[in-house]
């Protein structure tokens, strides 16, 4: 069975830092290319970044680049979000999501974690 | 950056009744890179629909996906108790990522 498990979510201060991680279990974790998503309260969902299964290609939503970097460790089945100069609008429940890609380019995300929420105030 | 607009931003029905949901994107998107997610109260996202048409495993087929370019349709065609919830579509863009629509909620009338 597919796991992805969340961690490192606290309350944090205006400018401050925080890493989050997600542990993967159940499947080739460095077969799959893995996202982060994350949902402000009561709001929608938003794409934070993306990083390839060899972590050659990453790519960042304007809103977080440059203050976030997304990276993973394939040996320990983990990704990472590090998240500098937080600001009260990261305040959000962040999800790690498996990309799934089909033989024929379709892609999508087939499994998602629990979340875990960070929320940034003074 | 390609924007997704979902209509209508919420949907009254009955249990039994076709639900039919809108995402119109704002330049051509890939069928391949469209997808439908489901997201209950307190849970994360559950995949739905990947390929604009293609039902995830596990998904009923009462949940159907169409459409092409611009405008794509999920369509849940008797709605069931557990179905009401809120549904996202979402697109790939390359280089510039994933982007998600607002959000339809589907709400018992």
């Known amino acids: 069975e597919v796991q992805l498990v969340e961690s490192g979510g606290d309350l944090i201060q205006p400018g401050g830092s925080l890493r989050l991680s997600c542990a993967a279990s159940g499947f080739t974790f460095s077969s799959y290319s893995m996202n982060w998503v994350r949902q402000a309260p009561g709001k929608g969902l938003e794409w934070v970044s993306y990083?390839?299964?060899?972590?050659?290609?990453?790519y960042y939503a304007d809103s977080v680049k440059g203050r976030f970097t997304i990276s993973r460790d394939n040996a320990k089945n983990s990704l990472y979000l590090q998240m500098n100069s937080l600001r009260d609008e990261d305040t959000a429940v962040y999800y790690c999501a498996r990309e799934y890609s089909s033989s024929s380019g379709r892609r999508s995300f087939d499994s998602w974690g629990q979340g875990t929420l960070v929320t940034v105030s003074s | 950056e390609i924007v997704l607009t979902q209509s209508p931003g919420t949907l009254s029905l009955s249990p039994g009744e076709r639900a039919t949901l809108s995402c119109r994107a704002s330049?051509?998107?890939?069928?391949?890179?469209l997808a439908w997610y489901q997201q209950k109260p307190g849970q994360a996202p559950r995949l739905l629909i990947y390929?604009?048409?293609s039902r995830a495993t596990g998904i009923p087929d009462r949940f159907s996906g169409s459409g092409s370019e611009t405008d794509f349709t999920l369509t849940i065609s008797r709605l069931e108790p557990e179905d009401f919830a809120v549904y996202y579509c979402q697109q790939y863009g390359s280089s510039r990522g994933y982007t998600f629509g607002q959000g339809t909620k589907l709400e018992i009338k």
């Open positions: 390929g604009a048409s």
């Open positions: 990083i390839s299964s060899s972590s050659s290609t990453i």
């Open positions: 330049q051509s998107v890939s069928s391949s890179y």
